[in-house]
Structure formats: C-alpha cells, structure tokens
C-alpha cells in the first residue's frame, strides 16, 4: 500500500494538528528571540556616505558615529537607495527588515510564522501531496528543518536572516509551483491575470538571495523545457523566466556589492584556496545534510522495479538537482554562507516529500515511525523553548540595565545568563551560541554593533565585559 493511501488513514485531523502544533511551537520561539546582531543596524537609515551600519561603519567623530532612526517611508526608501548602492542588491529582503524594525517586532513574529506555515504548504504543493494525508511528511520536514539544517534558528527565527533566507524560499517556491503543476496535470491554461502574476512572482523569486535565485532559474528553465516538449508552454512560463532572470540580474549588479567587496576584502581574487577551503568545509556541511533529507527519496529510487522516469520521479530529480546547485553556486562566492542551507533544504524536502508519498511500506512500521518522531520532536522542541524563554528573561534584563544606565560611557554589559543550555542536543539549533552577550555586544571599541546597540536604548555606548 503506497504511503499517501496509509496516512489517509491516520486521519486529516492529525496532520492539521502537527501543523498547528509545531507552527505554534515556531511562533513562541520567534517570539522569545530579541533583536540581535545585524537587526540593530537596520534599524537606522543606511549612512552609505560613511561605511554603512554594520561592519564598514565609520568611527572617529560624533557626526559619523551618529545614525538617525527609520520612522518613516521616506526614510526607508532613503535608507534602502544607499543601501542599494553601498553594501548589497536583497533589497526586498532589506526592505522587509527594516520595515518590520520600524513597525515593531510584534508584527514580524506573526508575519514569520504565517511565512513559516505558508513554506509548509508550498513544499507540499510542490510534492503534490494533500494536507490531510501529511502527516509523516510534516514531521520529516520539521525533522529536517529544525534538526538537522544548519543555523536554522538564524535562516528562520532570527528577524534579519528570516527575511534573507525563509522569506526568500517561499518566494522561490511560490514562483515553480505553477510549472509543477501544469506537468503534474499535463494542462497549462494562460491569460493575462497570470502573465502579470508571474511577472510578479518572478520579480520577487529572483531577486531574492543569490544562490537561492539562481537554482530557481536553473530548475525553472528546466521545467520550461519539459513543458515545451509536452505541448504544454504557455507564455505565463516565459514571462515568469524572463522576471525572474531581470530580478536576479538588478540584484547581482547592485553597485553596493562592489563597493562591499571592497571595503571587507580589500584587493580579493578569487583563488584555487578559496574554492577548495568552501568545498571542503561549508559545501560538505551542506550536501551531507541534504543526503540525510534525501533517505526516502533513495530508498524509493532502491525499491522501484518500473524503467524510465515519470512524472515524479522527473520532479524528485529535477529538486535535488536544483537543491545542489545552491551550495555549488557558493563556491565561487568571496564568503561561502552557510545560511543558505535553508533555500537548498527546501528544495530537497521537496523531492523527499515526492518520495514519501510513493513509497511502499508496511503500515505497522509507517504508524509506529510517526508516534516516534512526533514523540521526539514535541521533546525537542519543549527544550528549545525552555532555554529561549530563559534568553528571553536575561535579554529584557540587560535592556532594563542599560536603559537605566545610559549615562555610563560605556555601560558595561555582562555575558547572558541562559540557564539549561542543552548544548549535547542543540548543537546549532538553539541561539546560545550567537549570544555570548546581548545583542552580540563585542569587548572591543569601535564595533558597529556595540554603537548600534547604544543608540537604539539611548545610550551612548556599550562594552562587553566578562563579569
């Protein structure tokens, strides 16, 4: 019996429940998560003139060193040109943060988990797989996400790198999942509406983040070319590429990336160093943990007896493919992030979802697997948000200090008080580890991130201390 006729039988009400169980779980947590890093930065208008916000930020005068806060439209539309110009082309994603630091972070943490639950849904669109028979494909995918992809807590809790690299999924995902399913249904109807949708959606797709742009062109145009060898293109597809191409194009071009370049790595050229230092560290980290997302996907491609490809088999393929260009597509980038894991697990756990639903296994193993893993994730879970809630408290606590403070200069800021940390189990999954003090408060002078910091709570500036 194929995996989807026995979820079915699990009951829709219980994939509905795991949704709303673990986005519920999601939202507490980017709740509890304060502002950090890079998200103080933006919250003041871009001072492209002298070096930016963040690590090229200038020091040396009271004029340079101050930055006014966004409170406006027009001071964003200001903040995101020189932006745009002086430090980096993501300016959707830019746009995105700023503004939620503008408005408030209440309204970011709801935003974020409705992003969250509309990624869920994405990739299960994308698998052709029904929410009411999902169940274990829920729980693998937040197995996946949650566990076993690296820095998932800075890609999609943390403000500014959710905006980067969650938002940025959705975006991609949203933009294929009209190609998927004209091949899925061998029908591909046009019109006007859906040129200009696709426009849109291919705008927002590619200019996204780069490596993540650049496989969803790459498995676009590869799903153009099934289409067109089954009578199904359609000038939808073309508009949406085209989009998608002058999207990732404004971004790549963006004079800011240049100037960046520049300024934090003076004199770079690209060497035979580089590429092996990024392929035998952070693209390993990467692929390895796309592998073990991929476990269904093998095991059906070990079972199946049919010869050639259908469908399915084409889209498991044609995900994981585009899944391995988004860490290859690092390589040859100055700095090999490892945030992007995200774009490329979301791909993957596409085909990976593709092949649970196909999948023949007995039922006794499939329910007895999914009280397991939902067993263990719920436990998982519990203890992330035992020790965000004890982050939470010693964050607010530091904010109260240098608030009450602000006329030491500088005020003092001791390292976070996070109890229970679970660092055997959390490994990069909890915050902890990016939060030696407040905010990333660093024990040197002239940090963009300690200035930042202070003039947000009104202080003048702020020194990490040990105790």
Known sequence: ??????????????????LILFAGFFFVRTCLMPLMGDDYGYAFIWDGAHGGNLAGMAFGSADIEVRHRVESFADLVQSQWSHYMTWGGRAIAHTLIQTFIWLGKPLFDVANAIVFVALILAVLKLAGVRLKSATLSLLWMF?????????????????????????????????????????????????????????????????????????????????????????????????????????????FLAPGNFVRLELTHAGYHYSAAIFLHHLTDPFVKVVSVDAIALIPMFAYFLTRRTVGLNTSEILMLAFTAAG?????????????????????????LVAATIALNELRVPVKFLRTASAILLTA???????????????????QRQIEFIRTHRDIDPVPISPMRVRHRFDWLHAQSSVVPYVTHFAGVEPKFESSWNSCVAQYYGAH???????
Do not use: H
């Open 377 to 395: 994730l719920v436990a998982y879970f519990a203890t992330l948000i035992y020790v965000d809630i004890s982050l939470y408290k010693d964050a």
């Open 143 to 251: 197995a996946c996400l949650f566990v076993l992809t690296k820095f998932s807590v800075v890609s999609m809790i943390y403000l500014t790198g959710s905006c980067n690299y969650m938002w940025a999924a959705l975006c991609q995902a949203a933009f294929v999942i009209p190609f998927v399913e004209a091949l899925r249904s061998n029908a591909a109807a046009t019109s006007r509406r859906k040129n200009f949708l696709m426009a849109v959606l291919g705008i927002f797709a590619g200019w996204s983040n780069e490596a993540g742009a650049l496989a969803t062109i790459c498995l676009a145009a590869f799903l153009i070319v099934v289409c067109r060898s089954r009578g199904l293109l359609r000038p939808w597809m073309t508009v949406g590429f085209a989009a998608a191409v002058v999207g990732c194009a404004v971004m």
């Open 461 to 467: 500036y702020v020194f990490a201390v040990d105790e």
């Open 324 to 348: 391995l260009i988004v860490p290859s597509a690092m390589l040859f980038s100055p700095e090999f992030s490892v945030y992007i894991s995200l774009p490329s697990m979301i791909f993957v």
């Open 1 to 18: 019996m194929q995996v989807r006729r026995v979820v079915e039988g699990l009951g829709s009400v219980r994939a509905q429940t795991v």
